[in-house]
């Protein structure tokens, strides 16, 4: 006869409850990571919806730029069926090279003006800009003074005559083209070929423009920095060169500096104006060993100044911001005004961690 101890029942329902116990803490670990993966799934997903519709806002606002050029501004954005962005675009300044104090730090940009606060002008490049700028509602703002800085740190060849220097070497050419406002069809341009003013430098630049150099100083009021009226040799504000066009016919109105153009009268008489600079230097006057080095020598530092206007930046800033769920993505293009399309070819993208010379050898002469 078998007997059975009472101190064995019940063991089976603790080895049950064990096994329970213990498949319930690794269900409930499981689904804790599939939740957690679910939850990253989720944030990654919206991190790329977060992208995609800042990049969205950054495909309008070029639009934008496209369609209104130059000189616009505006905020925009989209909150619709998911897609929210929010985008703005910043486009004029009072000076070129624009500071971005967003990007460099004012002080570090004030204590070096060579590498900051002028452009460089290679031998032969030109550069255009409108004097004028479009508002809000498409009105046309003419610009009504301005001011070139510009100088070299080129050396000139010390084997030269005597007699040749900086004041008797054209390398500077400037013109300005617009359009009469007497309702004419008349485009007229004038310019002239300027050479430089001995010990012209960053802090003493030799100028050209349109207001006197006692009243000049002035605050960019996007950067914040003091632009001082420190001219070599005052500011040249004639032009010696003046031709009208109609159709295919250019007429020279002119002479060689006989009854020089006034700049700031042909900013009063006409419209849609622009502004080229182009270098024109010489490089066989200047110091160096083979043709290359006094080439890459020949070279202008230059900057253009409003103080009571404003003109539109080299690159339009574009900053847009996406939002999907609790993700936001922001991202910052900048677009040169005639390279808006395509897209994103021509747009350079930063995301953000944190949410009086001789007129027939312009070029400068050798005697």
Not at 298 to 317: C, G, H, N, Q, S
Request: aromatic share 12%; net charge negative; glycine share 8%.
């Amino acid at each position: 006869m078998i007997k059975i101890h009472s101190k064995q029942k019940g063991s089976a329902l603790i080895i049950a409850l064990l096994i329970m116990g213990i498949l319930m803490t690794l269900a409930l670990g499981l689904s804790d990571l599939i939740l957690r993966e679910i939850k990253i799934t989720n944030t990654f997903l919206d991190t790329g919806k977060a992208f995609y519709a800042a990049e969205s806002g950054v495909e309008e606002a070029l639009l934008d730029l496209h369609q209104n050029l130059p000189g616009f501004e505006r905020p925009g954005g989209l909150d619709e069926d998911g897609l929210t962005y929010l985008y703005s675009i910043e486009n004029t300044t009072q000076s070129i090279p624009f500071v971005d104090p967003e990007i460099i730090d004012v002080n570090i940009a004030k204590n070096n003006p060579k590498e900051f606060l002028y452009n460089v002008l290679y031998l032969n490049d030109t550069f255009s800009i409108p004097l004028f700028t479009i508002q809000d509602g498409g009105e046309v703002k003419n610009i009504e003074d301005f001011r070139i800085e510009y100088f070299t740190d080129a050396q000139l060849n010390p084997n030269l005559p005597d007699e040749v220097s900086y004041e008797n070497i054209d390398m500077f050419r400037w013109k300005m083209t617009g359009v009469l406002n007497d309702g004419t069809l008349f485009t007229e341009t004038i310019g002239d070929y300027l050479a430089l003013a001995n010990g012209s430098s960053a802090n003493m630049p030799t100028c050209v423009g349109t207001f006197e150099v006692g009243q000049s100083t002035f605050t960019d009021k996007n950067s914040g920095i003091e632009y001082k009226a420190n001219c070599n040799l005052g500011i040249w504000q004639w032009a010696r060169e003046a031709f009208q066009t109609l159709g295919t016919e250019t007429i020279k109105r002119s002479e060689d500096g006989d009854d020089p153009y006034l700049i700031s009268q042909f900013l009063d008489s006409h419209k849609f104006v622009y502004l080229t600079i182009t270098n024109i230097f010489n490089p066989n006057v200047l110091q160096g060993l083979s043709d290359f080095e006094r080439r890459n020598n020949a070279k202008i530092y230059y900057r253009i100044l409003t103080p009571d206007d404003v003109m539109i930046r080299e690159f339009a800033k574009i900053k847009s911001t996406g939002t999907s769920g609790k993700s936001r993505k922001q991202i910052e293009a900048f677009v040169r005004p005639d390279s808006f399309l395509p897209v994103f070819n021509f747009s350079l993208y930063r995301t953000q961690v944190r949410g009086e010379g001789d007129k027939q050898t312009p070029q400068g002469f050798v005697q």
